[in-house]
Every structure is written in C-alpha cells, then in structure tokens.
C-alpha cells in the first residue's frame, strides 16, 4: 500500500492559540514533551496526515 504523507510539528505548551488552530485542522496533540530546546512549559508534537490537514483546509476556506 502507499503511505499518506505525515505533517508534524512542535508547539510550546504555552502557545494555546496555535494549538487550537492546529487542532481545528485535524492534528492530534500527543503527550506533554520537556526537550531541553522547549523552555519551562514544555511543547507537544502534533501530527496529522497530509490528506486529512488539506480536506479541513478546503472544507474550511474553500478549495484552490
């Protein structure tokens, strides 16, 4: 079978705006992260197929 194309990304904890925004597209938030280049709050990575991220996109802000 083929793969889907994977978007993922790293958000800081305290950047709930964004994350809300990522959410809306479809992306999961995964587990609170505290790499060493996050400060205090930690981050999430957020990931979401490419397919399912361009479908809310279009659904949302109409297609090309």
Excluded: M, Q
Excluded at 31 to 36: A, G, I, K, T
Aim: a negative charge; aromatic letters at 10%.
């Amino acid at each position: 079978g083929t793969e889907s194309a994977v978007l993922s990304l790293h958000v800081r904890a305290a950047n709930r705006p964004a994350i809300s925004l990522y959410r809306s597209l479809g992306l999961k938030v995964g587990e609170l992260e505290f790499p060493e280049w996050f400060d205090w709050h930690g981050g999430y990575t957020l990931e979401a197929s490419c397919e399912e991220v361009i479908a809310k996109v279009e659904a949302k802000y109409g297609g090309h």
